[in-house]
């Protein structure tokens, strides 16, 4: 029992991490409809900015010395450091739509794809030559604990994983269903040319959609880099795909879907890894998707849409 | 208020329009009537910055609009109902309104302008917090109409709203477009099927034919017009 | 002309999309060699029956007879082998063929020979392509497209792209032809010339015809018999005189 | 005999005359020139489901690696220097081909019918399958990988498999039966609409595409002696991918060009590379071929989503006349 509560806390935090980059893959599948293949890498991207821009952080927020102990500072520093990749990752997001997206925006869909598979080679490859293709050991930005509740632990950076993921999720929720950008968001989803009726501008939409999912594919490339601290820039694609996967469980275009989704896809990759084999780790999400595409390929919750004739 | 001249618009290799000239003047209702395909949504669309016009001008209120992006054309006043309504039916009916005011800034005038729409289409009030896909053709339409007067329009286009709604509530919907139109001084661009109906409220209609205006005159007589008569008015 | 049943027998069909009843309790006998007119206003469900008819959506309720068959449950290609041909209201030619081949591609379905004929390319296969040619050519000589022949399909003016895709559907030899407004953006000029060769066809390949068409010109020009929808549902039906002087369609049609 | 097969004989005589003389040609370039072969298999190949058929398929990776194994173990189980070399080898190619086009029947039933970017997905998941059941599966090496005794794959074997490939997609697009492919991918529900099954095209695009990935797959195993799980990942399907996007879609001879330039391309990069006239900085980027090919690919969708070598379509038509002359 122990074990089965120790893997299923595992697997929420992996899930966690699959969530936050799915996230990313079901807003712009929702505004373009199309699948951003480069969206796995900037959770890379994401991972590195946080590598490279900690030591100037902890110049300015030196972090406490003893890394066993709770420290204010630590926690601040890490905080900034993720918000920096956050904003960076956004910027970059928002850049990749401009220059290479928008102009192919009523181009087939194929078209797209490829082009995204593009622009994700090149950033897995640009990547190798600007930061090396070696793994890189990422800093420890927070307080390295554990906490005992009787047999079970639970490790410090699962809590931040957690707590981070939950907080993001609630803003991400307000922003969509609140604010006028993010109803012009689910509007523009829905109908495209009513959304330019409206006189909304949907180029600004579309950016700021792919700027939120970068900041949160960001944010999960941090959060991940916490946890397992060896990033390299060929890190993204599995999760990237993963994540894919996650987002077509909860059925794409549907932001709680895709969360309940990496949820699933992480406790059940754990499950798998626990107590099969780690072997099938990585076909387990292949299989996955796989199942869902052919026996229900509107996901979990999404339902069957006909083509108008 | 807006003028249309020599509008040209071609979809790849087949010409939608033939140069076409539409004069709508301010505080009217102007209708375009003609048979599927005639063009007349396209004329419509081009207008409204969602088809790119290859030749021609659209100058709104002494603008040129031609070139504009639809969302700035909006911005201007000029607003446009889509054929088939195009609510967004995964948005509440109220999300709905407000995003028909998405281009406004004086959100303190908001709760005025709401309150004249559910006083003219009550049916939308009771159905606020509902989602907009729950509503019924006839409701979508006003819910369409509504949405559209959010943006504080000078002047409104409507594409079919008759289009698919029990003739009951087509009778109430172009009684308030009239309404509209007088009350609040909305010039009307009107683009229907039912031709009757049309020439009826309407001061002025253009019949289009594959992508030319065959017949322009005052509605009154056009609605004696032989021609029109037995092609569009079933006589 | 007394055919004791018809070609094809519509029997209490209802489609039904979520809560939405897009046809609901139809009733439609085609019989052979007839021309039959399909009327209703915009969003009736003309379209939804020519789907219903060709197998793109399965009634929720009731059947489909054609040719003393069921074809309920069946698919579209299945359906058009069995002589059920249509156009579509939004032209759906094949854009990166050639006129020629768009047609050609319809007598797929007639070939005797298969993947290992296309391989092999005998003497049997040389014979069968030159007897498809020879086909394809002769529709297009009476559609008078052959001077086309060769042309980017998708580079031809609105009224030609309507009459190939009648030609495309008639070189799958069709007993029944669907027609989904093929009048729409032509001129009067090319709709007296489509109303002329919709008759011709008509008599020359023995076809049934189910014409939509918003033109009432068009539909009482030719048509023996026209069936209006409204709502999904069949309000009336007779000669084109009859329709005419109808009170309902008055009412609901022609919107008093 | 009519004029197709007599384009194949000869074909197979040039290949078989060349490959007399293949002891004169220099290691380095008889090496790229089997690689460009296997390329050219690779890509009109894919070119049938992906250009002609429209189906976008991101697993063809898959396929070759399933050729490439059956056949190591048809050549491992018979065992090296039996007699008969060469039928033992067609052999292995041919159960190599077959795997691969069962293997193609498995995945193409019942994933044909998505569509774009979900069938694009699901058969990048299949390959990525089909490589973890190579990597645990110990009989043929699991994640060792498996080396191959016999070095049998030369220029003839491989320039008569290209022939054929060839041969078999363009001649079959170009008959009324053929058509059909092209309607599929034009339009599905006028294909249908005119008695044309699509399914039954797709999913036949999609075996014998897998059939000549087969075999090209076991020509690369008999070819470089070592095959591994990882040679056929994701990576290598876009590869194939970037050959027919590049040649241009459902255009053969620009999917042929697209083969020989995306081989030789990395050579020359190597080359530039290496040039001490460069930068040190500049060297690396310009030896990953990988940063090249992505960039090389987003313009190429912006500027010329056709591929290079369609001249706007004339090249097609040349075609559609030849065939016209020929039936």
Redesign the interface.
């Known amino acids: 029992m122990i074990q089965f509560l120790q893997q299923l806390i595992n697997g929420l935090a992996l899930g966690s991490i699959y969530a936050l980059i799915a996230l990313g893959y079901t807003m712009v599948y929702g505004v373009l409809k199309?699948?951003n293949f480069a969206h796995g890498d900037i959770y890379m991207v994401g991972a590195f900015v946080g590598l490279y821009v900690t030591p100037w952080v902890w110049k300015v927020i030196p972090p406490g010395q003893d890394p066993s102990k709770f420290n204010w500072n630590t926690t601040a520093g890490g905080l900034v450091v993720m918000l920096i990749s956050m904003v960076v990752c956004a910027v970059l997001g928002i850049l990749i739509e401009r220059l290479?997206y928008r102009?192919?925006r009523n181009?087939?869909?194929?078209?797209?794809?490829?082009?995204a598979?593009?622009?994700?080679?090149?950033l897995?490859?640009?990547g190798?030559?600007l930061f090396g293709a070696d793994p890189k050991s990422f800093p420890d930005i927070l307080p390295d604990r554990t906490i005992d509740i009787g047999d079970l632990s639970i490790f410090m950076n699962q809590i931040v994983v957690f707590v981070t993921t939950i907080v993001l999720l609630v803003a991400l929720r307000y922003i969509v269903m609140k604010t006028r950008m993010g109803t012009a968001m689910r509007a523009l989803s829905y109908n495209t040319t009513a959304a330019s009726l409206m006189g909304i501008n949907n180029d600004v939409i579309i950016a700021f959609t792919f700027g939120l999912g970068s900041a949160l594919a960001a944010a999960a490339g941090i959060l991940n880099a916490i946890n397992y601290p060896s990033i390299d820039p060929l890190m993204g694609?599995l999760p990237g795909?993963k994540a894919?996967v996650a987002a077509?469980l909860g059925g794409i275009g549907n932001l709680p879907g895709a969360v309940v989704g990496g949820l699933l896809l992480g406790v059940l990759e754990t499950m798998v890894v626990g107590y099969i084999s780690p072997?099938?780790r990585?076909?387990i999400a292949?299989?996955a998707?796989?199942f869902i595409?052919?026996f229900r390929?509107n996901g979990l919750f999404g339902k069957i849409e006909k083509?108008k004739? | 208020m807006l003028q249309i001249r020599d509008l040209h618009v071609n979809y790849g290799a087949i010409t939608a329009l033939h140069g076409i000239n539409i004069d709508v003047p301010k505080g009217s209702i102007v209708t375009l009537i003609g048979a599927n395909g005639a063009g007349k949504s396209t004329t419509l669309r081009a207008v409204s910055g969602i088809t790119r016009a290859q030749k021609g001008s659209i100058v709104f209120d002494g603008e040129e609009i031609v070139h504009l992006a639809p969302h700035k054309i909006v911005g201007r006043g000029l607003c446009h109902v889509p054929e088939g309504r195009m609510i967004f039916a995964n948005l509440s009916v109220m999300e709905n309104l407000l995003m028909g005011a998405y281009r406004r800034n004086d959100r303190k005038a908001f709760g005025g302008d709401l309150d004249y729409i559910f006083d003219i289409f009550p049916r939308l009030k009771e159905r606020k917090a509902q989602s907009a896909g729950t509503l019924s053709g006839g409701e979508q339409q006003m819910l369409a109409i509504g949405r559209a007067l959010m943006s504080k329009p000078r002047c409104l286009m409507l594409d079919e709203p008759s289009l698919g709604i029990a003739p009951l509530l087509v009778k109430t919907i172009f009684e308030k477009i009239v309404e509209v139109n007088k009350n609040l001084g909305i010039t009307v661009l009107l683009v229907e099927q039912n031709a009757n109906l049309a020439l009826e409220i309407s001061q002025f209609g253009y019949v289009l034919e594959t992508g030319r205006i065959i017949l322009s005159d005052a509605s009154a007589k056009l609605r004696e017009d032989p021609q029109v008569k037995e092609c569009y008015l079933g006589g | 002309m007394s055919v004791s049943s018809a070609l094809l027998e519509v029997d209490q069909c209802t489609v039904q999309f979520g809560g939405l009843k897009a046809v609901s309790e139809l009733d439609l006998r085609i019989h052979e060699g007839e021309l039959v007119g399909l009327i209703g206003p915009n969003g009736a469900g003309k379209t939804t029956i020519f789907n219903l008819i060709?197998g793109?959506y399965q009634p929720t309720d009731g059947d489909i007879w054609f040719d003393g068959q069921s074809v309920v449950g069946h698919?579209?290609?299945q359906i058009?082998?069995r002589g059920i041909?249509?156009t579509?209201q939004n032209i759906?030619?094949?854009?990166?063929?050639?006129v020629f081949?768009n047609v050609?591609?319809?007598?797929?379905?007639h070939?005797k020979?298969?993947?290992s004929?296309?391989?092999w390319?005998g003497g049997a296969?040389?014979r069968?392509?030159?007897e498809?040619?020879e086909r394809v050519d002769g529709l297009l000589d009476i559609f008078h497209l052959s001077h086309l022949r060769n042309a980017?399909c998708t580079s031809l003016p609105y009224g030609d792209q309507r009459r190939l895709e009648i030609v495309?559907?008639l070189?799958?030899r069709p007993k029944l032809l669907l027609l989904d407004e093929p009048a729409a953006g032509m001129n009067p000029t090319e709709k007296g010339e489509l109303m002329r060769l919709i008759r011709f066809a008509q008599e020359k390949f023995q076809l049934a015809v189910l014409l939509v068409e918003h033109d009432m010109r068009v539909v009482m020009g030719i048509c023996e018999r026209i069936a209006v929808i409204d709502y999904g549902v069949k309000i009336a039906e007779g000669t084109p005189e009859a329709i005419r002087n109808d009170r309902k369609v008055i009412e609901a049609y022609l919107g008093e | 005999m009519?004029r197709?097969?007599t384009w194949l004989l000869l074909s197979i005589l040039a290949a078989w005359v060349i490959s007399r003389f293949q002891g004169a040609i220099n290691p380095y370039y008889y090496d790229i020139l089997i690689t460009i072969g296997i390329n050219i298999i690779l890509g009109v190949s894919l070119n049938l489901v992906t250009g002609y058929t429209g189906q976008?398929s991101l697993g063809h990776a898959g396929f070759m690696s399933v050729g490439a194994y059956a056949s190591a173990m048809v050549t491992l189980s018979v065992g090296a220097h039996a007699r008969g070399e060469s039928l033992i080898f067609i052999g292995a190619l041919l159960v190599g081909g077959l795997s691969a086009a069962l293997a193609g029947l498995l995945v193409g039933g019942?994933?044909l019918?998505?569509k774009?970017?979900?069938l694009?997905?699901?058969t990048?998941?299949?390959a990525?399958?089909i490589r973890?059941?190579f990597?645990?599966v110990e009989a043929v090496g699991a994640a060792r990988g498996l080396s191959i005794p016999v070095h049998t794959t030369d220029f003839f074997w491989t320039f008569l498999s290209v022939a054929l490939t060839i041969?078999?997609v363009v001649?079959?697009v170009h008959?009324?039966?053929?058509?059909?492919f092209?309607?599929v991918?034009?339009?599905e529900?006028?294909?249908?609409?005119?008695?044309?099954?699509?399914t039954k095209y797709k999913v036949?695009a999609f075996v014998v595409a897998a059939f000549f990935a087969g075999i090209a797959g076991g020509l690369y195993a008999h070819f470089k002696q070592f095959i591994h799980p990882e040679g056929f990942g994701?990576?290598r399907s876009?590869d194939i991918?970037v050959i027919v996007?590049l040649g241009g879609m459902?255009n053969t001879p620009g999917v042929i060009i697209a083969a020989v330039l995306l081989t030789i391309l990395p050579e020359g990069l190597r080359a530039l590379g290496s040039w001490s006239a460069l930068p040190e900085a500049i060297r690396?980027?310009i030896q990953?071929r990988?940063?090249l090919?992505?960039?090389l690919?987003?313009a190429l969708?912006?500027l010329r989503?056709q591929g290079l070598f369609s001249t706007g379509?004339r090249l097609t038509k040349w075609l559609?006349r030849g065939k016209g002359a020929a039936?």
């Not at chain 1, 598979?117 to 090149?122: D, L, N, Q, T």
């Open positions: 199309f699948i290479v102009p192919l181009r087939p869909r194929l078209t797209v794809l490829i082009t598979i593009g622009v994700s080679i090149f897995e490859n640009f190798q030559y694609i795909i894919f077509v072997m099938y990585d076909a292949f299989a998707l796989i595409l052919l390929p083509e004739v | 060709t793109v698919k579209p290609y058009t082998a041909a249509r579509f759906r030619l094949f854009s990166s063929l050639s081949d050609r591609a319809a007598c797929n379905l070939l020979h298969g993947i004929h296309a391989l390319r296969f040389a069968e392509e030159a498809i040619a980017e495309r559907a070189a799958t | 009519n197709p097969k976008f019942p994933s019918r998505l774009g970017d979900y694009a997905i699901v990048l998941g299949f990525e399958i973890v059941v990597e645990n041969y078999v001649f079959l008959s009324t039966y053929g058509r059909g092209l309607t991918r034009d339009d529900v006028a294909a249908e609409a005119m008695g044309i099954n699509a036949l994701y990576l876009v991918v996007i459902g690396p980027l990953n990988m940063i090919y992505s960039l690919l987003i969708m912006l989503p379509g559609k039936a």
